[in-house]
């Protein structure tokens, strides 16, 4: 099995620095990652599919990047709704199994 | 617009059955290429990935849940199902419904609400 390790677990910065999250795949996985934002209580927001692309209606300050093994979660300048907690995800093709990585908190200073 | 809202009990005992219903507006179940799935979230931990159907009725399941996890689909009522037997107080969680698709990637577009499900005597 594919397994998604997040790094780091929480992080605390300020409004208007530039943060970026990491996904580390246990297997090459070519650019089939999609990230996620969820706020408490909320489901979660699809906000970039294959590592890269930006989903509509998603602000410009956020970038997904990588490929194979290693992917990058970029917001280059926070804003307060920003913080909230990031998952990444893939589906292995077969058999079907998606999975998250454990998720990076991200948490005002 | 897709809309997914979950129901069902928001209590269950232990060794009982957990049931939820998924009911899916906005857009047809039938589709090809979506699949109907159920993710669950327990309390301030990361997202687990439960199983999926197709409209077919083709399922697939975590192997970690496989043994106790059932997913059915009613299409006439645009509806799709989870049953997870034998809960403990393991499973107690926020399990959300959501749209699979494979455009670029395979990724979840749509999601429900969420419904909390405590598991407890």
């Known amino acids: 099995d594919i397994q998604l390790t997040q790094s780091p677990s929480f992080l605390s910065a300020s409004v208007g620095d530039r943060v970026t999250i990491t996904c580390r795949a246990s297997?090459?996985?070519?650019?089939?990652l999609a990230w996620y934002q969820q706020k408490p209580g909320k489901a979660p927001k699809l906000l970039i599919s294959a590592a890269s692309t930006l989903q509509s209606g998603v602000p410009s300050r956020f970038s997904g990047g990588g490929s194979g093994t290693e992917f990058t979660l970029t917001i280059s300048s926070l804003q307060p709704e920003d913080f909230a907690a990031y998952y990444c995800?893939?589906?292995?093709?077969?058999?079907?199994?998606?999975?998250f990585g454990q998720g990076t908190k991200l948490e005002i200073k | 617009q897709v809309h997914l809202q979950e129901s069902g009990p928001g209590l269950v005992k232990p060794s009982q059955t957990l049931a939820l219903t998924c009911t899916v507006s906005?857009?047809?179940?039938?589709?090809?290429?979506?699949?109907w799935n159920w993710i669950r979230q327990p309390p301030g931990k990361a997202l687990e990935w439960i199983g999926y159907i197709y409209y077919s009725g083709s399922t697939y399941y975590n192997p970690s849940l496989q043994s106790r996890a059932t997913i059915s689909v009613d299409t006439s009522k645009s509806q799709f199902s989870l049953k997870l037997t034998s809960v403990t107080a393991a499973d107690t969680a926020v399990y959300y419904c959501?749209?699979?698709?494979?455009?670029?990637?395979?990724?979840?577009?749509?999601w429900g609400q969420g419904t909390l499900v405590t598991v407890s005597s």
């Open positions: 959501a749209r699979g698709v494979e455009m670029d990637t395979e990724y979840f577009d749509y």
């Open positions: 995800q893939h589906l292995n093709s077969y058999p079907p199994m998606y999975t």
């Open positions: 906005g857009g047809s179940i039938s589709s090809v290429d979506q699949y």
């Open positions: 297997q090459d996985i070519n650019s089939h």
